[in-house]
């Protein structure tokens, strides 16, 4: 049972647009959504991360939108360059004794196009 | 941020050797780390979960006995890989998780290494 389903697998964009990635999750016990980005041959990093409590954050050009009730999640990547050219993952956790635990989506790979 | 060491990054050895990874937390105290493979285009897996002091969670299907952890101390986490074989061959990447309850360090956050690449032959 995959828990956090991301799409699209892959992505292309122009230099200068928005990306747009999106997580969706079903077990509601999850209060802790990162967005991890992640070039090849390199451990992920964290990018941005959000709670429940709010719908959205904003840090630079990176932007998640949450959905409590649809249980759903995007990142948003405004004016896209190509150094954002990497695998994106959204994860989903849970504090106390699971924190950190986290679950992955599949992941996607997003190429911006000069 | 806070910085995870990993080393080796790239391993090659003979079917049949260990293979040991080091996870090194280089400015915090970590009682959780946890460690993942990785294949070629798909997303991380679960390996475990290294408990500081106690004995590894192993995630299902996981091979206890084939990938050892030993979290001997806050800042170390290890790996081995036991009598490798080239089905092992992967990126292993660990993280580790900042205590909570300090400051402004939350629960859930990760910080992770930059991953090892092996190669069994």
């Known amino acids: 049972q995959q828990q956090v389903k991301q799409s699209p697998q892959s992505l292309i964009v122009q230099k200068g647009g928005i990306s747009i990635i999106n997580c969706a999750y079903e077990n509601t016990a999850f209060d802790y959504f990162p967005w991890y980005q992640q070039f090849p041959g390199k451990g992920p990093a964290l990018l941005i991360a959000i709670r429940p409590d709010v719908s959205e954050k904003k840090e630079g050009r990176f932007t998640i939108s949450f959905n409590k009730s649809a249980k759903q999640f995007s990142l948003h990547i405004m004016d896209s360059q190509p150094g954002d050219s990497a695998t994106y993952f959204c994860?989903?956790?849970?504090?106390?004794?699971?924190?950190?635990?986290?679950?992955f989506g599949d992941g996607t790979t997003l190429t911006v196009k000069p | 941020g806070a910085v995870v060491s990993q080393h080796p990054s790239r391993v090659i050895c003979k079917s049949g050797t260990s293979v040991k990874i080091e996870c090194r937390s280089l400015?915090?105290?970590?009682?959780?780390m946890f460690w993942y493979r990785q294949f070629p285009k798909q997303s991380l897996m679960l390996m475990a979960t290294?408990?500081?002091?106690?004995?590894?969670?192993?995630e299902q299907g996981v091979e206890k006995d084939k990938f050892l952890i030993n979290h001997a101390s806050l800042t170390l986490s290890t790996l081995t890989v036991t009598s490798a074989h080239p089905e092992d061959s992967s990126f292993y990447i660990c993280?580790?998780?900042?205590?909570?309850?300090?400051?402004?360090?939350?629960?859930?956050?990760?910080?992770f290494g930059e991953g090892s690449r092996l190669t069994v032959l």
């Open positions: 994860a989903a956790s849970r504090r106390g004794t699971n924190a950190g635990k986290s679950t």
């Open positions: 290294s408990n500081e002091g106690s004995k590894a969670t192993y």
């Open positions: 993280s580790a998780r900042p205590p909570t309850g300090q400051g402004s360090h939350f629960t859930g956050e990760l910080f």
């Open positions: 400015d915090f105290q970590a009682t959780t």
